[in-house]
């Protein structure tokens, strides 16, 4: 999958289009909206006699798939503003399918100077449904790095929970330091045991990735991730649903891909603030900064109600 069609059409995760049969875009918008799907349709096609609504359609409900325990291994709570950086799975030294996705992510020094710090997360892949055989030794990764780079710790392994098996992320947090002199990618191997949720096999995989520490336009935002610990977590409050919202949507206009919102990726509604929201007055917004702005908003708006 290239993307080619994606990147053409804006780049943004949740579009909407409406193409007519001679092949020209009559609509489009960079948030799905199916009130206004529906009264541009009507616009263009007519309206209907009778819509069909969900229940009309008589779909049976499936009962969630029954997978292992989550919360048993806390989840890493990464720095701010870091961005998702380009991955390729090494399909030819491996003949199991990639159990986990990888996702490794880089803060803006590594991104700008070659130094910083580096999220790596393995995160199962729901469509498999598997788990960690945690009756096996844990899982454990090894960086090799082009000369000139370090990456600390190179190696490491993954916790070892009391439980028999989980379903939670492995993610760790390194250091990088000289990737700013070259454009040679990491290496990343891991090794871990797998089985699957029916319990009819489980598998040693040892498998590899070439990571580069350049931004990936398609690797989507990690603004507004759950920081719970166990199942009883809940996510955030609805105010906080809301700016992470807000913050994912703002992100969508870094067009170079660099973690940095500039004057001129914002509306221009909110180019006017663009100075009281720069801190540190870089001429450019990191996540910190964006996230004071919509916290000093949300509190004036309380005030307001109050």
């Not at 399909?91 to 990639?98: C, G, S, Y």
């Not at 096996?136 to 960086?143: G, K, M, T, Y």
């Not at 454009?183 to 191997?189: I, Q």
């Not at 891909?257 to 917004?285: H, V, W």
Request: net charge negative; proline share 8%.
């Amino acid at each position: 999958m290239s993307n080619e069609l994606k990147h053409a059409f804006g780049d943004v995760p949740n579009a909407e289009f409406v193409i007519g049969p001679d092949g020209l875009v009559l609509r489009r918008r960079a948030w799905s909206d199916p009130e206004a799907l529906r009264h541009d349709l009507e616009e263009l096609v007519g309206p209907v006699e009778h819509p069909t609504s969900v229940a009309d359609l008589d779909m049976p409900v499936q009962p969630p798939y029954e997978s292992v325990a989550r919360g048993i291994v806390p989840r890493l709570d990464r720095p701010a503003g870091m961005r998702g950086v380009r991955i390729q799975p090494n399909l030819e030294a491996t003949d199991k399918p990639f159990y986990t996705k990888l996702r490794v992510e880089a803060d803006r020094g590594v991104l700008t100077s070659g130094s910083g710090q580096l999220y790596i997360g393995f995160h199962l892949d729901p469509l498999y449904h598997m788990h960690w055989n945690n009756l096996a030794p844990p899982l454990q990764f090894e960086i090799s790095a082009p000369d000139g780079v370090t990456v600390t710790p190179a190696q490491a392994t993954a916790p070892d929970p009391e439980a028999d098996a989980d379903a939670d992320p492995r993610e760790f947090l390194l250091q990088v330091s000289g990737a700013g002199s070259t454009d040679e990618p990491l290496g990343v191997s891991v090794l871990y045991y797998a089985c699957d949720d029916a319990n009819t096999f489980c598998v040693p995989v040892q498998q590899s990735y070439t990571v580069w520490l350049q931004p990936d336009v398609d690797a989507g935002s990690t603004f507004g991730q759950r920081r719970g610990f166990g199942p009883g977590d809940r996510g955030r409050s609805r105010p906080g649903r809301a700016r992470g919202d807000m913050r994912e949507r703002l992100m969508r206009m870094d067009s170079n891909g660099d973690g940095l919102l500039t004057r001129d990726e914002l509306p221009e509604r909110m180019q006017q603030m663009f100075d009281r929201m720069d801190n540190d007055g870089d001429g450019a917004l990191d996540a910190s900064e964006i996230d004071a702005m919509l916290e000093s908003m949300g509190s004036m708006g309380r005030r307001r109600r109050s």
